[in-house]
């Protein structure tokens, strides 16, 4: 064989490789088709086919899938709008212990406020409290040195000190009073404080607990 002639002939091989190949492609493109169409028409007369002998079999087995994929998608359906109302109770407990949440914040923030104001007024009670039970001690003593200098009498000096000693006794009395008034104040305080604190753990246990009902 020539080289001229081998040319030629390895052309018209690839030529008809090359055909061949399209024709393979087209081949393969067309059953797809044909495959797309049987599968369409199917779709559409498989539910006219239960007195045709030979497709009696393959008719009852479309159907038996046919309901099961009724009642799949009926239960599909049916989680969707369960999970569509779980998701909506949810997101309208959040909103709900939001808005609350600002409340309860709001209230504890005030009582705080409130507690730390009797605090301060407590601490200085305490050290006037402390000064007038020092003063009382120095004017006690004092009348006590006053009459042993001169026992048979009671000087001025001693009658003014004995009154500034009632004057303190009256004073600390009513300290302690004070002190009894904003004790039983601060216990109110803390015990609105821990309502305040429950209803706020209540909120947040209602919101968990829709959170795992919807996580199950």
Same mark, same amino acid.
């Given at each position: 064989m020539t080289h001229g002639r081998y040319i030629i002939a390895s052309l018209l091989q690839h030529f008809g490789v090359r055909r061949k190949s399209k024709r393979m492609t087209d081949a393969a493109f067309e059953t797809h088709l044909m495959q797309d169409g049987e599968e369409i028409l199917g779709a559409y007369c498989w539910e006219n086919t239960e007195h045709i002998e030979e497709l009696s079999m393959q008719y009852w087995s479309l159907r038996k899938l046919k309901k099961g994929e009724e009642s799949l998608l009926a239960k599909i359906k049916e989680s969707e709008s369960i999970l569509a109302a779980a998701q909506e109770q949810r997101a309208s407990e959040i909103d709900r212990a939001n808005d609350l949440g600002e409340i309860f914040l709001d209230e504890r923030t005030t009582l705080f406020e409130s507690v730390e104001e009797l605090s301060k007024d407590r601490d200085l009670i305490i050290?006037? !409290? +402390?000064?007038?039970? $020092?003063?009382? !001690? +120095?004017?006690?003593? $004092?009348?006590?040195?006053?009459?042993?200098?001169?026992?048979?009498?009671?000087s001025p000096e001693i009658q003014k000190s004995r009154h500034e000693l009632a004057e303190l006794r009256e004073t600390f009395s009513n300290d302690k009073i004070r002190l009894e008034i904003i004790d039983s104040q601060l216990e109110q305080l803390k015990d609105q404080l821990d309502q305040i604190q429950g209803k706020m753990d209540l909120?947040?246990?209602?919101?968990?607990?829709t959170s795992e009902a919807f996580s199950r």
């Open positions: 050290a006037e !409290a +402390a000064q007038t039970k $020092k003063r009382h !001690a +120095a004017l006690k003593m $004092k009348v006590k040195v006053l009459q042993e200098e001169d026992f048979t009498q009671e909120e947040t246990g209602s919101i968990n607990g």
